[in-house]
């Protein structure tokens, strides 16, 4: 199976600053890679598939980049609405795998 | 509005089964493939299998296919999964969720991929004697 090691495990930040979290595959997956968002309580919601393709009504201020074995999500201006824990998935090669989640606080 | 609606909490005696069920409204449920996804408490998510709702195809994870069966009923628009063999450790929130065909272009390639794009609200199910 296909391991996913994101990082940080969890991160402070305040409104309106850069978040970046990486997701790292444990051997080549191409652009073969999803992030969701997920709230406390809520299913996980998709974010941007296959690297760097924001999923519809996603505001703009979310962006993926990547290919290969690395891969980041970016948050150019924290919003309140942001505060989440982040989940990216390889779609590579079965079975789907997840990296360990990256949690969002508030500062 | 498309959405997956789970069925209720459910808490078990270890050893047991449940049957937990996943209901399609506003798409076309044999059109696409529900994966199957579990949560433990504090833990990341955890694909367990998935049913191609149209032909009945079904992967499982080499985890838990011993001890889980999805099946579907078409005409109710619903996907099931039982877990047998219940141990505290299956204590978890299960979420069916469907797969979205990816057809996109990078560069001059062509690629096809997939992501879970509607997921359902979470079934809690919670193993204790």
């Known amino acids: 199976d296909i391991e996913m090691t994101q990082s940080p495990s969890s991160l402070s930040a305040s409104v309106g600053d850069r978040v970046t979290i990486s997701c790292r595959a444990s051997q080549t997956i191409a652009r073969y890679l999803n992030w969701y968002q997920q709230k406390p309580g809520e299913a996980p919601k998709l974010l941007i598939y296959a690297a760097s393709n924001l999923q519809s009504e996603v505001p703009s201020r979310f962006s993926g980049s990547g290919s290969g074995t690395d891969f980041t999500l970016t948050i150019s201006s924290l919003h309140p609405d942001d505060f989440a824990t982040y989940h990216c998935q390889q779609s590579y090669s079965a079975p789907p795998t997840f990296g360990q989640g990256t949690k969002v606080e508030i500062k | 509005q498309a959405q997956l609606v789970q069925s209720g909490a459910a808490v078990q005696k270890p050893g047991a089964s449940v049957k937990i069920s996943c209901e399609a409204f506003g798409y076309t449920f044999v059109g696409y493939t529900i994966h199957w996804v579990r949560q433990a408490p504090g833990q990341s998510l955890e694909w367990m299998a998935w049913l191609n709702a149209g032909n009945g195809n079904i992967k499982y994870s080499e985890k838990f296919q011993d001890r889980i069966t999805l099946s579907r009923d078409a005409s109710a628009s619903t996907a099931y999964m039982e877990v047998r063999g219940l141990r505290s450790e299956d204590t978890a929130v299960y979420y069916c969720?469907?797969?979205?065909?990816?057809?996109?272009?990078?560069?001059?390639?062509?690629?096809?991929?997939?992501?879970?794009?509607?997921w359902g609200q979470g079934t809690v199910v919670v193993v204790s004697s």
């Open positions: 969720a469907r797969e979205v065909p990816i057809d996109y272009v990078w560069g001059t390639n062509r690629f096809l991929d997939d992501a879970l794009d509607l």
